[in-house]
C-alpha cells in the first residue's frame, strides 16, 4: 500500500513540474510572437523610411488579388440573410 502512495505522490510531483513547464513554454511563445509582429512591423517601416530617403519607388502590390488572397469581409456573406440562420438548409 505505501508503494502506490509513493507511485502516486511522484506522478503527481511529475505533473506538477510537466504543468509548471508547459505554462512557462506558452508564456515565453506568446512573447516570441509578440516581439515577430513589432519586428516585422519595424522592419517594414524602416523600409519605407529608407525607401523615401534615397528616393526609390516602393514596389507595386498585384492589383488583383489570388484566389487564396481575396478578403470577403462576413458582413457581405450575411447581408439579406436575416430572415434565416445561417448554416445548411
Known amino acids: ?14 505533473a ?9 513554454a506558452a508564456r515565453r511563445l506568446e512573447q516570441l510572437s509578440q516581439m ?4 516585422k512591423y519595424q522592419h517594414g517601416e524602416l ?3 529608407v525607401q523615401r530617403l534615397t528616393g526609390d519607388t516602393p ?5 488583383t488579388p489570388g484566389p487564396d488572397e ?9 447581408a439579406g440573410r436575416k430572415d434565416r440562420p445561417l448554416g445548411p438548409t
Open 1 to 14: 500500500m505505501t508503494l502506490q502512495w509513493i507511485i502516486t505522490g511522484a506522478a503527481l510531483l511529475v
Open 59 to 63: 514596389p507595386s502590390a498585384p492589383s
Open 36 to 39: 515577430y509582429w513589432e519586428l
Open 70 to 78: 481575396a478578403f470577403i469581409p462576413i458582413a457581405s456573406l450575411t
Open 16 to 24: 506538477l513540474v510537466a504543468w509548471s513547464r508547459a505554462r512557462r
Open 47 to 49: 523600409r519605407v523610411q
